[in-house]
């Protein structure tokens, strides 16, 4: 059976820490391959969300790092409001003997009880938690358990927390900093050749 990982987020822009765990993931859980699926533009323009297209052709970019990431345009060309539920019916229909291991920051952990139905998500997809600085270890595993008692599969990735996020690149985008070491060389590139977040 096909052991596939998917990794949603705005990525706006996909920065190194995204990559890490990823690439931690692929290793710890012995995955065939990770999507990294960047979201649509949401009805409401978020300020200072980049463009889906840019948000795409980057995560293109950095998924050349390693041959198992594999860029994933499925929630970038669909219309209206999308939902992670259906992104993994469709993910589902599409590979029916695969199982998936969605990817998440203890940030998006705590907000899970928020997703659109909820339990058919974890009814579709085990989860792979990444801790994440300024979210406390009791938090974390009290909401990994409570979870599990209403039948989640949930893993913890077993890697040092790391201190980067794309409001940090943004900023640092915005003060035309070196960005090299928070994105990879030709997201950067990318990032300065299009003046996206300021640059
Ligand atoms: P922003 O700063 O704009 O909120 P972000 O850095 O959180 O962005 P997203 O694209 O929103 O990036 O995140 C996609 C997924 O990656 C989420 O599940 C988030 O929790 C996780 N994630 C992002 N950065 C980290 C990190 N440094 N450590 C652990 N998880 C992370």
Redesign the pocket.
């Known amino acids: 059976m096909q052991k596939i990982g998917v990794f949603g987020?705005?990525?706006?822009p996909i920065?190194r820490?995204?990559i890490a765990?990823a690439l931690c993931a692929l290793d710890a859980f012995s995955l065939q391959k990770m999507l990294l699926l960047p979201t649509g533009n949401p009805p409401h323009k978020r300020e200072g969300l980049a463009d889906k297209r840019d948000r795409l052709e980057m995560v293109r970019l950095a998924a050349l790092e390693d041959a198992r990431l594999q860029a994933c345009d499925l929630e970038v060309t669909r219309g209206g409001v999308i939902y992670t539920v259906d992104t993994l019916h469709l993910l589902r229909a599409r590979m029916p003997d695969a199982s998936l291991y969605y990817l998440?920051?203890?940030?998006?952990l705590l907000d899970l009880h928020t997703w659109r139905h909820v339990d058919e998500v974890l009814s579709l997809t085990s989860f792979i938690v990444?801790?994440?600085p300024g979210y406390g270890s009791e938090e974390v595993i009290s909401c990994m358990d409570t979870l599990r008692q209403s039948g989640a599969v949930m893993y913890w990735l077993d890697m040092p927390?790391?201190d980067?996020?794309?409001?940090m690149v943004r900023a640092l985008a915005a003060q035309k900093g070196p960005l090299e070491k928070a994105v990879t060389a030709k997201v950067a590139a990318y990032i300065r050749n299009h003046a996206l977040y300021g640059a």
């Open positions: 987020g705005s990525f706006n920065h820490g995204h765990m998440i920051g203890a940030d998006t990444c801790g994440r927390a790391l980067i996020s794309a409001t």
